[in-house]
């Protein structure tokens, strides 16, 4: 388990709370977290193990098939959560205490059916958060642009480039000021829709097609951001011969810059799962000249967050608000998670 740092924590030397009333502020909010750490983790680990932590589940950790007991132990967490107050508590504190943030959440097809619901996040996203621009990100991580607005950053991203994105998702990013970051594998475009079919049923979202070029171009020119999803959505595996990775990774860039008339420089894995981070992947990334890559590892982005290994949060339309502050909520970067898989996926991805 993470412990925070001291070092963010001194940065509030100068505050003119007396001293004594920050340290029992300090250690009542460790440890709440730390208490707080261990079940919600626990839940967390649960749940994932349960479903493997693979793409089925992006819809979100406290959305997945499992049912029974871990059920049940995550309906009495989101009940207590938000009786006691202390989702709306950690979401003021985690802020002032670990430093300026941007956080990327991320969907997958957003059919007429989910407008309702999924207006009601975006609502959430704008009270909550700052709509943050992918340039505000890639400032933030590096340094060059620090994040100085009194909320944390959101950007909203959308795996797989389903048609519904473009046609109910992007009016309501509009609607909320929100920007989007558009996953797309491009081999799915030109091919018959059964053929999407075929390659997105590899997804949790079955009959569905994929945007067109046209469409695409549109969420460019309307400053939304556009991400290579590999060529044809492949699942990247060990066995995978070099001219595997260079269609899925290289291929793909080129024929998304020469459709587009525009750079792409941010590559992400299809399919979540830890075995698809694989070194020789990471080579051909960097080799065909990527600069970021979206990850599906939960947790925040915040300065110094390794480019090649950003965090996205999973989360599914139909989710009640409960729901979703609760898949967000933990510990800013001390997310259990997203930590531990963190560690585990740069060790194998030889990323550090
Ligand atoms: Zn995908």
């Keep these: 388990m993470s412990v925070p740092h001291s070092g963010n924590l001194q940065n509030q030397a100068e505050s003119p709370v007396p001293k004594n009333t920050r340290k029992s502020t300090r250690r009542s909010f460790l440890t709440k977290s730390l208490a707080t750490t261990v079940i919600v983790g626990g839940g967390l ?49 985690r802020e002032k205490l670990y430093g300026h943030y941007i956080r990327i959440v991320f969907y997958h097809s957003t059919p007429a059916e989910s407008v309702p619901n999924l207006r009601k996040h975006f609502a959430f996203f704008a009270k909550q958060y700052e709509p943050a621009k992918w340039d505000d990100l ?24 389903f048609s519904s994105n473009f046609e109910y998702a992007r009016p309501l990013l509009k609607e909320f000021g929100l920007t989007g970051i558009f996953l797309v594998p491009p081999g799915l475009i030109d091919k018959h829709h059964t053929n999407q079919e075929i390659l997105l049923a590899k997804t949790p979202e079955k009959n569905q097609v994929v945007m067109t070029w046209e469409q695409i171009k549109v969420l460019m020119s309307e400053n939304h ?12 595996r060990i066995e995978d011969s070099p001219a595997v990775l260079h269609h899925e990774i290289t291929e793909c860039k ?42 599906t590892l939960s947790g925040v982005n915040q300065f ?49």
Excluded at 336 to 349: F, M, Q, S, V
Aim: aromatic content about 14%; glycine content about 10%; charged content about 20%.
């Design 254 to 295: 080129k024929v998304l810059e020469t459709r587009l008339a525009h750079s792409v420089t941010t590559f992400s894995f299809a399919f979540g799962s830890d075995d698809v981070y694989q070194a020789t992947a990471y080579q051909e990334i960097r080799a065909a000249g990527y600069q970021y890559v979206l990850t």
């Design 225 to 236: 951001q556009i991400a290579a999803h590999t060529y044809s959505h492949h699942h990247f």
């Design 304 to 352: 110094g967050t390794n480019p090649f290994l950003l965090r996205r949060t999973g989360l599914v339309t139909d989710m009640s608000i409960a729901r979703l502050r609760l898949n967000l909520l933990p510990f800013a970067r001390y997310d259990p998670l997203g930590d531990n898989r963190a560690e585990y996926i740069a060790k194998r991805a030889k990323l550090k």
């Design 45 to 93: 680990y649960c749940a994932g193990s349960q479903t493997g932590l693979n793409e089925r589940m992006q819809g979100g950790e406290f959305n997945s098939a499992s049912g029974g007991l871990t059920s049940f132990f995550k309906d009495i967490l989101l009940f207590l959560g938000t009786v006691t107050g202390w989702f709306s508590y950690m979401e003021r504190k």
């Design 138 to 161: 890639v400032g933030m991580i590096s340094g060059e642009r620090p994040w100085t607005k009194k909320k944390p950053g959101i950007l909203i991203s959308f795996d797989d480039g």
